[in-house]
């Protein structure tokens, strides 16, 4: 069964820091690129983050660069984001989702083959 389990979701006070986790099961996950994704109520959802698989190649967002880390750990098909300096417009449920090696960074909701179900992420003033 292909699963993407996001965790490390929580409640956090702005300037604190979480670290998310992307598990992934069920693929070939050194074929991917995996991506994060976040949403808040009433707003669309935004593009974060994302790392290849192929070279370790990542991009941020200009909303989280200089605050969030993304990595991988190909012996545990795991994908981490590290967020610090978290403010309250950080909050949102945060996705991971997996796109094959080639497909666009961040791009269309087509283009991914899988999609966890989300981690919620809330930021406190």
């Known amino acids: 069964e292909v699963q993407l389990v996001e965790s490390g979701g929580g409640l956090v006070q702005a300037g604190g820091s979480l670290r998310l986790s992307c598990a992934a099961s069920?693929?070939?996950?050194?074929?991917?690129?995996i991506d994060w994704f976040r949403q808040a109520p009433g707003w669309e959802r935004e593009g974060v983050s994302c790392?290849?698989?192929?070279?370790?190649?990542?991009y941020y967002s200009d909303s989280v660069k200089g605050r969030f880390t993304i990595s991988s750990d190909n012996v545990k098909n795991t994908v981490y984001l590290q967020m610090n300096n978290l403010q309250p417009e950080d909050t949102a449920v945060y996705y991971c989702?997996?796109?094959?090696?080639?497909?666009?960074?961040?791009?269309?909701?087509?283009?991914?083959?899988?999609w966890g179900h989300g981690t919620q992420v809330t930021v406190s003033s």
């Open positions: 069920g693929f070939a996950f050194g074929g991917y690129g």
């Open positions: 790392i290849s698989s192929s070279d370790g190649s990542t």
């Open positions: 989702a997996a796109r094959p090696e080639g497909a666009s960074c961040l791009g269309l909701p087509y283009e991914y083959s899988y």
